[in-house]
T-cell receptor, first 118, second 112 residues
Framework: DTGVSQNPRHKITKRGQNVTFRCDPI?????LYWYRQTLGQGPEFLTY????????KSRLLSDRFSAERPKGSFSTLEIQRTEQGDSAMYLCASSSSTGGEAGANVLTFGAGSRLTVL | KQEVTQIPAALSVPEGENLVLNCSFTDSAIYNLQWFRQDPGKGLTSLLL?????REQTSGRLNASLDKSSGRSTLYIAASQPGDSATYLCAPLSYNTDKLIFGTGTRLQVFP
């Protein structure tokens, strides 16, 4: 297992277009998180899944954003009708909710997908 | 609601200095706290994880302490090097929310 994988690493799009990011978590991890990070800020929580269930969505996740994890493995984050304000780094992380104190709830992050909206 | 503050926001030091980066958080009901490093335009690299039952963790020149009751964690960097230049982020994982909440980070520059 090579860790958390995110694709594409960089996406440039025109305002109004739709974009989709994919995250492949560590295989034995049942939880998957999406965060967004803008320049000079810390990552902000967007949403997270436990297996295929989406357990929480931030109010930052407008109706133009949708995330899925259909089989409890990889996840996609789609942004419809992109706006310049969507330009950011989108980070994915995964963790296990089990495994005792040493192993549970330790998030591993991917390298991120950078979105630039022109 | 968990809120995380990191002080200082930025730090510029000559090589060789010992450094202290501070993190404070408002909700002490946490599973653990992680310190991350982030290079410009890159993802997050986990440096140290402190479980709620632990007081400190060490990795090489890095040492992180946790005082859960006062809502504070400190990252010590010994004998700083130019390669340590990056942004350092702390993030506690709360019992109530099961998600990491990040501060805005400390931007560190170590010059030769």
């Amino acid at each position: 297992d090579t860790g958390v994988s995110q694709n594409p690493r960089h996406k440039i799009t025109k305002r109004g277009q739709n974009v989709t990011f994919r995250c492949d978590p560590i295989s034995e991890h049942n939880r998957l998180y999406w965060y967004r990070q803008t320049l000079g800020q810390g990552p902000e929580f967007l949403t997270y899944f436990q297996n295929e269930a989406q357990l929480e969505k931030s109010r930052l996740l407008s109706d133009r954003f949708s995330a899925e994890r259909p089989k409890g493995s990889f996840s996609t984050l789609e942004i419809q009708r992109t706006e310049q304000g969507d330009s950011a780094m989108y980070l994915c992380a995964s963790s296990s909710s089990t495994g005792g104190e040493a192993g549970a709830n330790v998030l591993t992050f991917g390298a991120g997908s950078r979105l630039t909206v022109l | 609601k968990q809120e995380v503050t990191q002080i200082p926001a930025a730090l510029s030091v000559p090589e060789g200095e010992n450094l202290v980066l501070n993190c404070s958080f408002t909700d002490s009901a946490i599973y653990n706290l992680q310190w991350f490093r982030q290079d410009p335009g890159k993802g997050l690299t986990s440096l140290l994880l402190i479980q709620s039952s632990q007081r400190e963790q060490t990795s090489g020149r890095l040492n992180a302490s946790l005082d859960k009751s006062s809502g504070r964690s400190t990252l010590y960097i010994a004998a700083s090097q130019p390669g340590d230049s990056a942004t350092y982020l702390c993030a506690p994982l709360s019992y109530n929310t099961d998600k990491l909440i990040f501060g805005t980070g400390t931007r560190l520059q170590v010059f030769p």
